[in-house]
């Protein structure tokens, strides 16, 4: 999905280096995509859904081109994302969080302060986050209701 895509190049565009990358939720692989085609060192997947990784899996295998599972830079870890921000690992440049909407309650967890607190703990210095922001737009007609 496009609206992947910005969240996962925004960061790595505008720090200077970035060497080591989390992306938190797979999705649709297209997140994934674009962080394995800049030059960094390494890129570990966060995914707690076994059916979402089958399924990326699937797509990237049916699509021409890139198959990013075939990417030895490329680390998949299959656990809730709040696990995987409480355990050691060396810290990170970007972090980009690309899962779950704050009103699904099975994401509720990866919205708290303590949560960023963790992720941020995990940034090496000049390490930057980044998340998509979900929104409903209905217009004006439900106020006016």
Known sequence: MSVEMLPAVLPLVLHPGPREVTLVGMGGCTALSACLSFPVLN????EPHAAQLHVARECAAAC???NPFAD????VIRTEPE??????QPPQDIIVLNCGQSFLSDASAQFTTAYYRRL???LAPGGLLCQRLYYGDFG???IRG
């Open 120 to 122: 941020a703990s995990r």
């Open 64 to 66: 021409a081109g890139l």
């Open 140 to 142: 004006v007609q439900p």
């Open 72 to 75: 030895s830079r490329l680390h």
């Open 43 to 46: 890129v570990t997947c966060v």
């Open 83 to 88: 696990m995987a921000a409480a355990a050691r």
